[in-house]
């Protein structure tokens, strides 16, 4: 089956996760680069990452979201380049 047809809402909120994660890449590449190399992250993407945070909660639901971690995941993987940094 293809996984973007899935009925799966644990599916869906993981797409969703990487994709929100995924558009602060694209539009940030620079400051991406410059984040990993300093290690700060966290910090200059704190407005952008509490957006789609919220964006996130708003779409699966905040009981969804905050029982998972497929968010963070996102972040780890897409922002953090697999490092385990959120």
Avoid at 31 to 51: P, S, V, Y
Avoid at 64 to 72: D, L, P, Y
Avoid at 73 to 82: F, K, S, T
Wanted: no cysteine.
């Amino acid at each position: 089956m293809n996984p973007f047809l899935s009925k799966d809402p644990g599916q869906k909120a993981r797409r969703l996760a990487r994709a929100l994660v995924s558009d602060i890449v694209v539009y940030h590449p620079e400051k991406r680069i410059e984040g990993l190399r300093h290690g700060t992250l966290k910090q200059i993407f704190d407005e952008e990452i509490k957006k789609s945070w919220e964006e996130f909660a708003g779409q699966v639901g905040r009981d969804v979201a905050e029982s998972t971690t497929h968010f963070n995941d996102a972040l780890n993987e897409i922002l953090g380049d697999g490092s385990k940094i959120f």
